[in-house]
Nanobody, 115 residues
Framework: QVQLVESGGGLVQPGGSLRLSCAASGIIFSIRGMGWYRQAPGKERELVATIRNTGYTKYADSMKGRFTIARDNAKNTVYLQMNSLKSEDTAVYYC?????????WGQGTLVTVSS
């Protein structure tokens, strides 16, 4: 199994920035991809950004140009740099991890964008 621990969430003003981190531990092998999803109150979970083992990245349209996903393979860690945050970015952000034996999710970290 893989355990995912997210950090970096919190309260930020509109226009501000936050950097989320997700560190994976456990039995890690044959990684296929990793990334971030989010779920706002009353809404379904949605894609934020993913990065495949090939380095290919995918972003939701509303995040393009504002969010950047990156990974540190040596640390089994994936990051999400979020800039120009808007109130509509308020959500619980979940780390996602895929490897040969399945998909894994973190417990989520709350990001609140408010003045």
């Amino acid at each position: 199994q893989v355990q995912l621990v997210e950090s970096g969430g919190g309260l930020v003003q509109p226009g501000g920035s936050l950097r989320l981190s997700c560190a994976a531990s456990g039995i890690i092998f044959s990684i296929r991809g990793m990334g971030w999803y989010r779920q706002a109150p009353g809404k379904e979970r949605e894609l934020v950004a993913t990065i495949r083992n090939t380095g290919y990245t995918k972003y939701a349209d509303s995040m393009k140009g504002r969010f950047t996903i990156a990974r540190d393979n040596a640390k089994n860690t994936v990051y999400l740099q979020m800039n120009s945050l808007k109130s509509e970015d308020t959500a619980v952000y979940y780390c996602w991890w895929e490897q040969e034996n399945g998909e894994f999710w973190g417990q989520g970290t709350l990001v609140t964008v408010s003045s």
